[in-house]
C-alpha cells in the first residue's frame, strides 16, 4: 500500500459525460501527479500540483482539468468524454517539487461507452 | 523532449534462465526508475537509481545506471514466475518535475 489512495476505482459512463476522480496524496507529501494509462498510449503525464499550484502540464486535453485544493487532495475533471478517453487514470504523489520517486494509487478505471 | 525507449516490450522466459531488460533515455539525467505493474494494478517502485555507476539489487532483480550511454538495465537472474509482470523505466530530467516513462516490457515466465 503506497499510501495514496483514489477513488472511485472503476467508473462506466457514456459519451458526452462529466466524470471527477479524486486523489489523497501521501500524508506530508506535497506533489501530486495524474498519469493516463491506455493500451495504445503507455503512461502519460497529464499534469502535476504542487502545494496547490499548477506546476508541469504535460499532454492534457482542453476538455481535462484538475486542482489541488488545500488539503492537498486533488481532482481531476474529464467533460465531453469520448469512447478514447477510456483508461486507467493514476494519481502519484511525491514529498518534492522536481523529478524524484513517485508513489502511485490503485488507479481510477474509466469506461466511456 | 525526453524519449525513453525499453527493449524488449515482450519477453516470454522460462523459469531459471537469465535475462536483460534494457532502457534507453535521449537527454542527460542521473535520475531514473523502475516500476513493477501487475496486470489492472499500481505501480510499484523497484529501484531508485541517482548516479552515474549505481547498482541495486533486490533478490533475483538489479538494476544499472550509466548516464554517459544514457542507458538503463533490469538484469534478471534465475526467474520465477512470480517476476511476471510489466516492468518500467523512468526517467527524471534534472530541471524537470515529472518522470517520463518507457513503453514497458512485459514479462512473462514459464513453469
Known amino acids: 500500500d503506497s499510501g495514496v489512495t483514489q477513488t472511485p476505482k472503476h467508473l462506466i459512463t457514456a459519451t458526452g459525460q462529466r466524470v471527477t476522480l479524486r486523489c489523497s496524496p501521501r500524508?506530508?507529501?506535497?506533489?501530486v501527479y495524474w498519469y493516463q494509462q491506455s493500451l495504445d498510449q503507455g503512461l502519460q503525464f497529464l499534469i502535476q500540483?504542487?502545494?496547490?499550484?499548477?506546476?508541469a502540464k504535460g499532454n492534457i486535453l482542453e476538455r481535462f482539468s484538475a486542482q489541488q485544493f488545500p488539503d492537498l487532495h486533488s481532482e481531476l475533471n474529464l467533460s465531453s468524454l469520448e469512447l478514447g478517453d477510456s483508461a486507467l487514470y493514476f494519481c502519484?504523489?511525491?514529498?518534492?517539487?522536481?523529478?524524484?520517486?513517485?508513489?502511485f494509487g490503485e488507479g481510477s478505471r474509466l469506461t466511456v461507452l | 523532449e525526453l524519449k525513453v525507449e525499453q527493449n524488449p516490450l515482450f519477453l516470454s522466459m522460462q523459469e531459471g534462465k537469465n535475462y536483460t531488460i534494457y532502457c534507453n533515455y535521449s537527454t542527460t539525467s542521473d535520475r531514473l526508475y523502475w516500476y513493477r505493474q501487475d496486470p489492472g494494478k499500481s505501480l510499484e517502485s523497484l529501484f531508485v537509481l541517482l548516479s552515474n555507476g549505481a547498482v541495486k539489487q533486490e533478490g533475483r532483480l538489479m538494476a544499472s545506471l550509466d548516464t554517459k550511454a544514457r542507458l538503463s538495465t533490469l538484469h534478471i537472474t534465475a526467474a520465477v514466475h512470480d517476476l511476471s509482470a510489466t516492468y518500467f523505466c523512468a526517467v527524471g530530467l534534472n530541471a524537470g518535475n515529472m518522470l517520463t516513462f518507457g513503453g514497458g516490457t512485459r514479462l512473462m515466465v514459464k513453469p
Open positions: 500524508s506530508g507529501d506535497l506533489s
Open positions: 502519484a504523489s511525491s514529498p518534492r517539487l522536481g523529478a524524484g520517486e513517485l508513489f
Open positions: 500540483y504542487y502545494n496547490g499550484e499548477e506546476r
